[in-house]
Every structure is written in structure tokens, then in C-alpha cells.
């Protein structure tokens, strides 16, 4: 079976992780397995900006600072808006809109499952 490279993308883990902690938030289960998958999205969102952000300055070339990955790991609001303006101008207006479209499909994502969830556990309880 061969798995779409898209599903595995940057911007894909950026959804999934989104989804994940907007179900979580919602939810009223406070599990310590549940806890622990809102705090690994929580990782692996800053983790994929990051990503993104050093494989978009190969591709295009763009000279980092050492360790640039772990600043935006760290700060990705203040570094990633930093790397995008720097290296595109005003036309990093894009990226970052990408990057809220993705959010908001998330929390959508999240928001809708939560409720599909909780309607089906009404219902056959």
C-alpha cells in the first residue's frame, strides 16, 4: 500500500495538530493518554512550522542563521513572520494567510468532530 507523500506534509501536520488540540480543548475528558496527545500536537505544530521554514530557505536558497530551525521551533510567531518578510517582502503576506487557513481547517476539523462525538454518545446513551 503506498501512502500520498501530501498526507505527510509540513502543512498537512500542521491540520492534524490543530484538529487534535481543538478536540482536546473542547472535550470534557481530562485523560492523562489525551493530555499527553495535546501536548505532542502541541510539539509537532511549532515542529512543522520549523520544518517548513528551513526546507523553504534550501529550496530558495535563503542564507539562515545557525540554528535557525530551534529559534522558530521556539518563537515561531516572532521568527516565522521574521524568516517570511525577510525572504519574500510584502508578498509574505501569503504564507502567513496559508498558515491561517490551515489553522482555522483544523480548528474547524476539531470543532466538527467534537460535535459529531458528543452528538453520537448522546445518542446511544
Same mark, same amino acid.
Given at each position: ?9 509540513? &502543512? ?9 488540540? =481543538? ?27 520549523? =520544518? ?12 539562515? &542563521? ?10 515561531? &510567531? ?16 501569503? &504564507? ?30
Amino acid at each position: 500500500m503506498r501512502v500520498d507523500s501530501s498526507l505527510l506534509s509540513a &502543512p498537512a501536520a500542521i491540520v492534524y495538530t490543530v484538529w487534535a488540540q =481543538t478536540h482536546y480543548a473542547l472535550s470534557d475528558s481530562r485523560s492523562a493518554v489525551a493530555g499527553f496527545a495535546a501536548l505532542v500536537a502541541s510539539y509537532l505544530f511549532s515542529a512543522s512550522i520549523a =520544518t517548513w521554514i528551513v526546507s523553504d530557505a534550501q529550496r530558495r536558497r535563503f542564507s539562515l &542563521p545557525y540554528d535557525f530551525g530551534s529559534l522558530v521551533f521556539i518563537a515561531w &510567531p516572532i521568527f516565522g513572520a521574521l524568516y517570511v518578510f525577510s525572504s519574500r517582502g510584502i508578498k509574505g503576506i501569503v &504564507p502567513i494567510a496559508g498558515l491561517l487557513a490551515l489553522t482555522l481547517a483544523g480548528s474547524i476539523a476539531g470543532v466538527s468532530t467534537y460535535f459529531l462525538a458528543t452528538t453520537v454518545r448522546h445518542l446511544f446513551t
